[in-house]
Nanobody, 128 residues
């Protein structure tokens, strides 16, 4: 069982930055086995994939939603059981509740249905 807790959301002006954190409560050293993702849900819209990172023998690999490439960076610290989402050059359309998610699936997926564990979310509001 994995419990996830997000933090770091808030109100920021367009062009600003925020860093989201997600800390996992998981037994032993198993955190590194989980692929960790960030999703977001804007008001009136479906939840969408934002970014994902997973550990491999050759190092971490990452994937991003096209609209955040070059602006957002996902990273993880396995020793701290924490995954981060650095968000730069924020735009009003980035306004959403951001969720952290975890999966043991070995296959990259942007589907929320492939993630087994979820945090409660943190609000990000970008004003114009």
């Amino acid at each position: 069982q994995v419990q996830l807790s997000e933090s770091g959301g808030g109100l920021v002006q367009a062009g600003g930055t925020l860093r989201l954190s997600c800390t996992a409560s998981v037994s032993g050293d198993s955190f590194s086995s989980y692929a960790m993702g960030w999703f977001r849900q804007a008001p009136g819209k479906k939840r969408e994939f934002v970014a994902e990172t997973r550990s491999t023998w050759s190092g971490p690999i990452t994937h991003y939603l096209d609209s955040v490439k070059g602006r957002f960076t996902i990273s993880r610290d396995n020793a701290k059981k924490t995954v981060y989402l650095q968000m730069n050059s924020l735009k009003p359309e980035d306004t959403a509740v951001y969720y952290c998610a975890a999966t043991l699936s070995g296959t990259y997926s942007i589907s929320e249905y492939d993630y087994n564990f979820w945090g409660r979310g943190t609000h990000v509001t970008v004003s114009s």
